[in-house]
Structure formats: C-alpha cells, structure tokens
C-alpha cells in the first residue's frame, strides 16, 4: 500500500501564489506518474497536471497553462505545484494522486488512472 501526503494550500488573493507539495511512501521509479487533480462540490474530480518521474515530462489542464507549475523532486516520489496568478475559478480542494504504472500519454488523465490518492488540500482564492 502507497501512502499519498500532501501539504501547503490554504488561502490566497485574487492574483496571488501558493504551493502545494506532495510525497509518497514508496519510491515510485522512473517510470511512474504523479499528478495534481482538483475538485468543488457537486463536480467531478478534474486533472490538473501530471509529471513522469523520470523524464520530468509535464501536462496541464488548458486554464491552468503558464499559470502552475508541476515540479518532481530530484530523488524520492515527491512533487510540488506551484500555482501562480490565481483565480476565484481555482478554488477547490486539491488531491495529489500517483500513478505507479506510468502517466496517461498526452494528458492528466483521469481519476481512474490513478491508484493512490491523498486526502486532499484546499486553496481558497479570495477576490
């Protein structure tokens, strides 16, 4: 069983930054996948960006393209999301997931991609 811990998020202004970072108890590999998803009430869950661990190859969600960032750490299954230039639309509870057998080639992909999950960390972007 994996193990999926996130941290950071919290609350930012209209314009604002914040960083979530992401860990998981077991080494991954090179080829596996980790990727931030997000979700509000009443929706469902959507991807918002993915990284391979060991390519560092990175795909966004269209509207949050130039605005976050997905970065891996240098060793261990670890990811940071920088987001930037935030918008009230950002506002969710973001869950870090991990993908052991590989990323969806092309895109974040979604839910069912992903085995591991964490328990979620909310940013809330206040006008």
């Known amino acids: 069983q994996v193990e999926v811990k996130e941290s950071g998020g919290g609350s930012a202004q209209y314009g604002g930054s914040l960083e979530l970072s992401c860990g998981a108890s077991v080494n991954i590999g090179n080829t596996g996948c980790m990727a931030w998803f997000r979700q509000v009430p009443g929706k469902e869950r959507e991807g918002v960006a993915r990284?391979?661990?060991?390519?560092?190859?990175?795909v966004y969600l269209d509207s949050v393209q130039g605005r976050f960032s997905i970065f891996r750490a240098v060793t261990g299954s670890a990811v940071r999301l920088v987001l930037k230039n935030l918008r009230s639309e950002d506002t969710a509870m973001y869950y870090c997931a991990v993908a052991p057998q590989g990323c969806p080639r092309g895109t974040v992909g979604r839910s069912f991609d992903y085995e591991y999950w964490g328990q979620g960390t909310q940013v809330t972007v206040s006008s």
């Open positions: 990284i391979v661990m060991g390519t560092g190859s990175a």
